[in-house]
């Protein structure tokens, strides 16, 4: 078995070695650092636009059922006061004889009264034997609403009385006042008394 000898050119070659060389700069100034767009949705100004939006909606539910809520209540109203308003049939009378003050309105109810459930005719009986007139207006009106009855020359009785007969489904609850005039020999209303009626 023969073995070759390495040659002289063989002997003097060297291993080869892998050198990192700095890179040159390259030519021209540095270019500048790429802009980042951002999304219209992802800019300050659209977040705090989407955040008072949010509150604003938040808001008008909020607001919305406030609004529902006192809108059931006030039906709820409107029906108690359909069903107190509407004109029934009465099941019972009932005397109510009030004197009325000769000077002005009392300071106090002059009479105060449970409103009758069913409705029942209310007797009113105003005494006016104080007063010398003859013939008389009675007006009833109710607080905070308006006029409910006007009644023109009436006559009283022989116990100088002036008689109403009321239908109580007809007066819900609250106060009435009811002003009496005596006619003049001019045909013209004098006061001559004041009751303050509670209906509760």
Known sequence: MSHKKPNKASRLRKAAVQVELALPPPPGPPLPAEEIVLAWWQKPVAVVSLAALAVLLLALAVASQLHARRDRVHAAELEARVK?????????????????????????????????????????YLPVGYSEFTSFA???????????MLAQRMMPDSNRELRLSLNSSAFGPGEYRIRIEGYTWRGQRADAGWVRLVIK
Do not use: F, H, Y
């Open 84 to 124: 107190t308003l509407t004109l029934r049939a009465s099941t019972a009378e009932r005397l109510l004889r009030i004197v009325p003050n000769p000077r002005s309105w009392s300071a106090a109810p002059d009479a105060v009264v449970s409103w009758p459930e069913p409705p029942q005719m209310l007797d009113l």
């Open 138 to 148: 009675v007006t009833i009106d109710k607080v905070d609403q308006g006029r409910m």
